[in-house]
């Protein structure tokens, strides 16, 4: 079945460093949407990446779709501690998959 | 303000008891869905509904069982059945299943006494 992988999983950064998520399918995905959760939050909504090879940015926010269409990335320039929080990926083939997480610490 | 209301925010369920989490929204959205989220494994499906009086299972759906009598209200079941149900539950809701992004209510912590 369709599966979406994301990694790390745990990511420590000092604050004023990058920092990228990345998510793998294991098929085609005819869109992505990226999410964040703050600590005791719920899921809120970045951003869908539709195109092959899709490039959207949001401030300091780069999100990218590959040109198969299977994987993406999310890099944040030069963190910042509002920064916090579990980025999700979500990936629809059929249905729509969300990945593990990936959970950003920020050191001040 | 438009957007969903889970309730309650916490839940404690005796063995061999059934509770149901409840989920409202005022968006008009067609499409709703339950999630369950445990630490380090995302969010995973469990039910999702496209219109009302029709619904599909997700990926873990044993377990539990989910009605949608009206547009606005997409209420979860977890029955005895589910044998390891501590977990913390989101409903979510989207204009449509396709292409659409989805709204998160706060979310319901259940744990087993």
């Known amino acids: 079945g369709q599966q979406v992988m994301q990694i790390p999983q745990y990511q420590h950064v000092q604050e004023g460093e990058d920092f990228t998520t990345y998510c793998n399918s294991s098929t085609t995905l005819s869109n992505i949407q990226w999410y964040k959760q703050r600590p005791g939050g719920h899921p809120v909504f970045l951003i869908q990446l539709v195109k092959s090879g899709e490039v959207k940015k949001q401030k300091r926010l780069t999100f990218q779709f590959g040109e198969a269409k299977k994987n993406s990335s999310l890099h944040i320039t030069a963190t910042q501690t509002t920064d916090v929080g579990t980025y999700f990926c979500?990936?629809?083939?059929?249905?729509?998959?969300f990945g593990a997480g990936t959970r950003l610490t920020v050191k001040p | 303000d438009g957007g969903i209301t889970q309730s309650p925010k916490y839940l404690f369920r005796k063995e061999g008891q059934n509770v149901t989490l409840s989920c409202e929204q005022n968006l008009n959205h067609d499409a709703m869905y339950w999630y369950r989220q445990d630490p380090g494994q995302g969010l995973r499906l469990i039910y999702y509904s496209q219109i009302v009086n029709d619904f599909q299972k997700g990926d873990i759906a044993e377990g539990y069982s989910v009605s949608r009598e009206k547009k606005e209200s997409f209420p979860l079941t977890v029955t005895s059945a589910q044998k390891n149900p501590t977990a913390f539950y989101l409903c979510?809701?989207?204009?449509?299943?396709?292409?659409?992004?989805?709204?998160f209510g706060d979310g319901t912590r259940l744990s087993i006494l």
């Open positions: 979510a809701s989207s204009i449509r299943t396709s292409n659409q992004p989805q709204h």
């Open positions: 979500a990936g629809r083939n059929n249905d729509m998959r």
